[in-house]
């Protein structure tokens, strides 16, 4: 009896672990019942069969002898016993129904639930695969474009803007609207593809032996919106110590590199009293090879050590950036207007940009593919000025702003303070931020500003300066001013207070010729006849 009971309990466990691996808990459960079952009937079956009651009370064969029991008590207690499991037995008879019973419910909700998922699965096959026999071919990638590149199909869409656009009206319902939206939103919610990666374009600062250093550098670091956007390099030549010790006072905000070779250049007689601009031109030489080839950037900005930016200084040359990346008609960027004095200018049009012939410097932007074609040649001395030589030149522009992004309080120097008593200290620094990167800039675009420029300019009435002077002229202007020769244009440059100097032919801040600029409130032009087609380079 007992090896039977163990073949069948482990039979049981057999089944058991065979049905745990195949995850079906209700088979399991069917199991169970029925392995129960046969336990309890085994057990009731290897029991002694109950007899005849005789009497001594014990069953047959061999009665009370065979059980160990007694005549007379021991009956009573054989028929309590068979009582008793009889009930146990219908008892548990009567659990085990109930067990059934759950379990055939069980499973007929899980295989409706097995069929419904079945069905489910199938059905999302069918949309999977008809959506993607439907589906249209991917469009090709398209690079963005650049913001140069987006204002060119702009002009291209629309010709006929202005030359001069108007500045928004940032109090119009529809500004003050979109500036909500993009303050709710930030920067990094704007909906539409991710822009390119924003350039890096360091300062170069030139120094010597100015102390007052420490002017320029605390204006840059306070404007300048990013230290990764636009590091601070301080070069240094002349060796002074006061003015190391100056920038060195600044730690990490700058990076201070020093022009190794401070010995004198040998020059012809006459040129001695020019050894600070053979000097200079070797600074420079040496400063923008260490930020090209050195350092590894590809744009530069230049200033010297006594000039001192505007707010918006460096907005400014972020926004032009793409256009001088991309226009090979342009090949600078200036902050500076030859002309920008207080009363030349107009206040309220800080946005106003221009293309200039002539190169203005004090605060510039070159790329490194121009310093790769300028190098080779460089001068050994009067930089500037060979810059605005015609081979240099080469027919290309300088964008400049109405009014200048930077000032200069360097009365001392190698010029020995050559104009700044009579022009230079008068220069207006422009105090209105103009959020340049956020503006449609794309009249300064050549073939579209060269026929506005012109329709503009000779469009204007013809007047004598003496009108001008003399306050007759009605209307608000513009007016043409015209000169013919070199003479003429000094001569009336010097009458209307605008700088009289020329470079190779070209008059400073001038364009095609002309020079434009504020009087009495008036638009003016100072220019050429009607038909001007280059420059005289014998006019200097």
């Known amino acids: 009896m007992k090896r039977v009971c163990s073949s069948l309990l482990s039979l049981m466990w057999c089944h058991w672990a065979m049905l745990r691996k195949r995850g079906s808990l209700i088979l399991c459960g069917a199991f169970l019942f029925v392995a129960w ?5 085994l057990f009731l079956w290897g029991r002694p069969p109950i007899g005849r009651l005789g009497g001594g009370g014990g069953a ?8 160990g ?9 054989l028929a309590g016993e068979v009582i008793r499991l009889a009930e146990e037995v219908e008892s548990e008879l009567e659990t085990q129904k109930k067990l059934l019973k759950q379990i055939q419910t069980h499973r007929s909700l899980w295989e409706q639930q097995k069929e419904s998922e079945k069905r489910g699965s199938e059905q999302l096959e069918k949309e999977l695969r008809n959506e993607e026999q439907n589906k249209p071919p991917a469009p090709r990638p398209q690079k963005p474009n650049s913001a140069a590149e987006q204002q060119q199909q702009q002009k291209q869409e629309d010709p006929h803007k202005p030359l001069y656009p108007d500045p928004p009206d940032e109090h119009k319902p529809e500004a003050i609207e979109n500036n909500e939206v993009l303050k709710e939103k930030g920067d990094g919610d704007l909906a539409g593809p991710k822009s390119e990666p924003q350039p890096v374009i360091p300062i170069l600062v030139i120094a010597c032996d100015r102390v007052t250093v420490r002017r320029s550098l605390d204006k ?5 919106p990013s230290a990764e956007l636009h590091p601070i390099i301080v070069s240094q030549d002349c060796g002074h110590v006061e003015t190391a010790r100056v920038i060195g006072s600044y730690g990490s905000q700058v990076k201070h590199i020093s022009q190794p070779d401070l010995a004198d250049i040998a020059v012809r ?5 020019f050894q600070g601009y053979y000097k200079i031109a070797r600074h420079y030489h040496w400063a923008l090879n260490q930020v090209f080839n050195t350092l590894g950037y590809d744009t530069v900005v230049i200033v010297e050590d006594d000039l001192e930016v505007a707010s918006d200084f460096f907005e400014y040359f972020r926004a032009l950036h793409p256009f001088l990346r991309t226009d090979p008609t342009l090949w600078c960027v200036s902050a500076w207007n030859d002309n920008g004095r207080d009363g030349l200018v107009d206040p309220g049009r800080a946005d106003l940009l221009y293309r200039t012939d002539f190169f203005p410097g004090l605060g510039w932007m070159l790329m490194k593919e121009m310093w790769n074609e300028l190098e080779p040649k460089w001068p050994k001395a009067f930089w500037d000025d060979w810059m605005r030589q015609p081979e240099q030149r080469r027919d290309r522009s300088c964008v400049r702003p109405e009014i200048s992004r930077t000032i200069t309080f360097g009365r001392k120097g190698v010029s020995l303070g050559q104009f700044f008593d009579q022009y230079l200290r008068y220069i207006k620094l422009n105090t209105e931020f103009v959020p340049f990167t956020k503006r449609d800039l794309s009249y300064l675009e050549r073939k579209r500003y060269d026929e506005n420029f012109v329709k503009e300019v000779y469009s ?3 007047v004598k300066v003496e009108e001008l002077h003399s306050g007759s002229l009605k209307g608000a202007g513009p007016f043409r001013v015209q000169y013919s020769s070199r003479d003429s244009f000094k001569a009336l440059a010097r009458s209307l207070g605008v700088m009289d100097d020329l470079k190779s032919g070209v008059p400073r801040a001038g364009y095609r010729g002309v020079v434009s600029f504020m009087s009495r409130g008036r638009r003016i032009f100072l220019a050429p006849p009607d038909g001007w087609t280059k420059y005289d380079t014998s006019w200097s």
């Open 220 to 224: 840059l670091i306070q404007y300048r």
């Open 37 to 41: 079952n046969a336990l309890l009937l």
């Open 460 to 462: 204007a009435p013809l």
């Open 269 to 273: 007689p006459e040129h001695r009293k």
């Open 60 to 67: 047959e064969p061999g009665g009370g002898e065979e059980w």
């Open 69 to 77: 029991m007694g005549k007379g008590k021991g009956g009573s207690n």
